[in-house]
């Protein structure tokens, strides 16, 4: 019978905490850039000229078919060729926001595409232009379409992030492995680890639920 | 007040509108009739920039709207149009409708615009809908909201496109007597319509379209 052993994960506390505080750093921020991609890319495929529109398709083509493992080292082993030197925070921060950003604006291209393009229409007939019209009317009805699908590819960041403990950051993934392997604790160390993210990202899911049924008490959908 | 020269319009490789010529004074109300397909709403959108023109110039007042230098947004807003499915903004109340365009677009302060919206919506009848949302609506109050919403910008022209053909008949009278009401006060207007009493009740001038050319012009 194989015994638990809670002490080595209260030893170990201090430094989980320090990891969750890093995973959660890397998470916040990428979340934020994540999005501010995913609208640029899903404003530049829907409404812009032809170069853009080609451009940024093969940008999210490129992004979401390698690894983002590969992309992770790219940023971080290959700049430096290059000259440019990043912490490997700041690295994980701007792979993990590419990578998701790129999903994000295919989540959000589904919602602006499945609104009319009688609403296009009525929007420019009133004098808007493309950005108040993306702005104003596109993007508000898009968006609650795709909330569901959005929250998911938020809780998805949040896990990817666990690839950044591969470039020497020391995020809860990194902790828990650490001490895994340190003291022979696989059972320990990764069932508390598998619970820390699903504490992380289920309050993503909070949030994405509650925004759900705010919209949905404001009007229906399109 | 609307001027259009030998205008030629394509939709993808179909031609929509073959070299139309016409000349809509100001104060007068157009009917456009003719079958499905035959280019009537295409001619409507291509006076307010929504569709390209291929070919041919078209002018409004002065204002060449074909030509590059144009500024299009400013054309449309003293264009406004009206469509057979309404298009109101589902996700925003019907005086978030009727205010949006008059604040983003012409600069008006929000307060100037909700007390027009007020008085324009008093006109069709409709003040108690005012912090209603669309879906709320029934489909002639949609539409007379969605005349509102135009003429809140304070237009030129009114374009309606077939306002009336997704409407049952009740409903469809109150829209026509809010386009009647607007013929009264000199707007100038092009109608899209199948509704051939009402074209012929109100209408100066009735054109008939065929396969994207203008068949017959009479006066009324």
């Known amino acids: ?222 | 007040m609307i001027r259009l020269e030998n205008v030629t319009a394509y939709y993808k490789n179909l031609c929509v509108l073959q070299d139309i010529t016409v000349n809509i004074a100001k104060g007068s109300i157009v009917a456009l009739i003719g079958p499905s397909g035959c280019g009537k709403s295409t001619f409507l959108k291509c006076i307010n920039g929504l569709v390209p023109v291929r070919s041919g110039r078209i002018f409004i007042e002065d204002t060449e709207i074909t030509s590059k230098n144009t500024d299009l947004n400013r054309i449309r807003s003293e264009v406004g149009i009206v469509f057979q499915q309404f298009n109101l903004f589902p996700h925003l109340t019907v005086k978030k409708n009727i205010t949006l365009a008059p604040v983003k677009v012409k600069g008006m302060k929000l307060e100037e615009a909700e007390d027009l919206a007020v008085s324009l919506l008093k006109k069709v009848d409709l003040l108690d809908k005012i912090d209603k949302y669309p879906e709320q609506l029934s489909g002639g109050q949609a539409q007379r909201v969605a005349i509102v919403r135009s003429l809140a910008m304070q237009p030129k022209v009114m374009l309606f496109d077939e306002p009336t053909s997704a409407l049952d008949p009740q409903m469809t009278q109150e829209v026509l007597d809010t386009i009647k009401s607007l013929a009264k006060e000199g707007m100038t207007m092009v109608v899209v319509t199948h509704e051939m009493s009402f074209a012929y009740e109100v209408a100066d001038r009735i054109i008939y379209m065929d396969k994207g050319r203008i068949k017959e012009g009479i006066e009324n």
């Open chain 1, 1 to 222: 019978m194989y015994n638990i052993d809670i002490d080595v994960l209260l030893v170990a506390w201090p430094e989980l905490i320090k990891g969750i505080k890093i995973t959660f750093f890397i998470s916040f921020i990428s979340s934020i850039a994540a999005f501010l991609i995913g609208l640029v890319v899903v404003y530049s495929r829907t409404m812009g000229g032809d170069f853009s529109k080609t451009f940024f398709t093969a940008f999210v083509e490129f992004i979401r078919n390698t690894p983002l493992l590969i992309q992770l080292y790219i940023v971080y082993k290959a700049l430096p060729e290059f000259g440019i030197h990043l912490h490997p925070i700041a690295c994980g921060i701007i792979a993990l926001s590419i990578y998701t950003g790129a999903y994000i604006s295919e989540v959000l291209r589904s919602g602006v595409n499945s609104i009319t393009g009688e609403q296009y229409q009525a929007a420019r007939g009133l004098g808007l232009n493309r950005l108040q019209t993306f702005r104003l009317i596109i993007f508000p009805q898009a968006i609650r379409i795709v909330i569901p699908p959005l929250g998911s590819q938020f809780i998805n960041l949040v896990k990817n992030s666990s690839l950044v403990s591969f470039i020497a950051v020391t995020d809860v993934f990194y902790v828990i492995y650490k001490g895994a392997v340190d003291d022979f604790r696989f059972f320990e160390f990764f069932i508390t680890g598998a619970l820390i993210y699903m504490l992380l990202t289920g309050f993503i899911a909070l949030i994405s639920n509650s925004f759900e049924r705010h919209y949905h008490a404001l009007g229906r959908c399109s």
